[in-house]
């Protein structure tokens, strides 16, 4: 087995194993910010006391996604040197503005978030966490810039500094809107509040199927179910369909290998179960005729462009890309339906509280958006290969020279090891916190009393230093 494929195989481990985190931690921060709202707005202590259990589960979610993307940060260095080397002029400035506009705001106010729920008034609460969420956000854009300029590089120049060449920026702006970005991170941005949102909903109708906290249970659906419909409906037909138009135009190798076109043609037809051989070039399966050619340039004849315009020594492996990606498509019509008939039955005599098979689903759909988002990952990271950068860097040219097969082989069976006992723990701990449930509801008085601005807290706390209190 050579070095490369094990480079890949465990950043590949890593990385999938990161991403289970970022999307949660970012839908789970969208829905407490509407809890935070209705509970300013309403004064209800019902909204306080769902914030308060979320958060706890918020700040789970969000401790395993630090710790498990840090080795992201190592790896750079010890597995892939040669690219860290090429990109490290225009990457070092990307990653030192997600330090500055995300870890500088998530860490200033994430405290407030995790302990403000006994010391904090509605308002402030709503406003640290309102804060820490937009830093997820943050960091998760400057990512994803990062990895967009992978996708589709432009904005540089390459210099040969007389250890090898390096690329260069030449135009910020450039860099930072690459044609791929604005698609990608609207895509991403929309599934993980699916994935949270989810969540969400696997909690709620748990708690049903157990008939414990049922009031609460019903209150988070209501809130999730509608958002989460919404997000699948605009998931498939408008920010997946733009990610599909980009690819074609960007990428069109990568998208002849997700449909398995090899050869360019009119009227191309859209899979939607199938298999690909990339020995015989030939794709069998159930498919839409024409669709793809719609979708790419909204006209049913349009040209798409087959492998035959690549050279082969440049073709992903072309039924892995082809499997992950309708894999993420069928899972996202499967949430249209799920949203759609979880609607119809709360909307049709309220049955869906008592509708045992769909609050099974509902318990089941938070590993359905995490396994789709995943796929996604996978489609968008094995069909640009093999291109480290797109059209630019090879992969076979971005590993570090000096580490051994053997080296490798260790690491990755350390890593799988200390992944399974780290998400163990980390299912343990989820499991004991939703089992142990929400909190019992706060005093109304006792709320209205907590500080509401950072000047109250500044008084309060002058009053106590001077013996006023």
Not at 432 to 446: A, V, Y
């Amino acid at each position: 087995m050579s070095t490369e494929l094990l480079d890949r195989i465990q950043f590949g481990l890593t990385v999938s194993f990161h991403f289970i985190f970022p999307p949660l931690s970012l839908g789970v921060g969208l829905v407490l910010i509407i809890f935070g709202v209705k509970s300013v707005r309403t004064g209800d202590p019902r909204w306080r006391q769902l914030s308060t259990f979320w958060v706890k589960i918020y700040g789970l979610i969000f401790s395993m996604g630090i710790a498990t993307g840090i080795v992201q940060e190592f790896e750079f260095g010890t597995n892939w040197s040669a690219y860290s080397r090429f990109v490290g002029n225009i990457f070092g400035s990307l990653l030192a503005a997600e330090g500055i506009f995300a870890f500088m705001l998530e860490g200033g106010f994430l405290g407030l978030m995790l302990f403000g729920g006994t010391r904090l008034g509605n308002r402030l609460w709503l406003f640290a966490t309102t804060m820490v969420v937009l830093g997820a956000t943050f960091s998760a854009t400057w990512i994803v810039m990062a990895n967009s300029w992978m996708q589709t590089p432009q904005g540089f120049e390459i210099k040969d500094v007389g250890q090898g060449s390096q690329a260069f920026m030449t135009s910020f702006h450039d860099v930072v809107f690459t044609p791929s970005f604005v698609p990608r991170i609207l895509h991403l941005l929309a599934a993980s509040w699916m994935v949270g949102t989810s969540m969400v909903l696997s909690v709620g109708a748990y708690y049903l199927l157990r008939r414990r906290h049922v009031e609460l249970a019903r209150t988070m659906i209501r809130v999730a179910l509608p958002l989460f419909t919404v997000l699948a409906i605009a998931q498939v037909a408008l920010f997946g369909a733009n990610q599909a138009v980009e690819v074609s135009k960007q990428q069109p190798a990568k998208l002849a290998a997700m449909e398995g076109v090899y050869t360019t043609r009119t009227c191309a037809p859209m899979y939607i179960l199938g298999w690909t051989d990339q020995s015989t070039q030939r794709t069998t399966g159930i498919a839409v005729p024409c669709l793809l050619s719609f979708l790419t340039d909204q006209n049913f004849d349009a040209p798409v462009t087959g492998l035959e315009a690549t050279p082969q020594s440049d073709w992903p492996q072309v039924n892995l890309v082809f499997q992950m990606y309708h894999l993420m498509i069928n899972l996202g019509m499967l949430f249209i339906a799920i949203g759609l008939a979880g609607c119809a039955l709360w909307v049709w005599r309220q049955k869906l509280w008592t509708n045992r098979w769909m609050l099974r689903v509902l318990v089941a759909s938070v590993f359905l958006t995490e396994l789709a988002t995943l796929s996604g990952w996978w489609t968008a990271e094995f069909g640009r290969q093999p291109w480290i950068v797109w059209n630019v860097l090879r992969t076979a040219g971005a590993q570090s020279p000096n580490v051994g097969t053997g080296q490798l082989i260790f690491s990755i069976s350390m890593f799988v090891v200390l992944y399974i006992v780290v998400l163990y723990t980390f299912l343990r701990l989820l499991d004991r916190q939703i089992k142990q449930g929400p909190p019992p509801p706060s005093d109304e008085d006792e709320i209205a009393s907590l500080p509401d601005s950072f000047g109250e807290i500044f008084r309060r706390r002058s009053r106590v230093s001077s013996g006023v209190d």
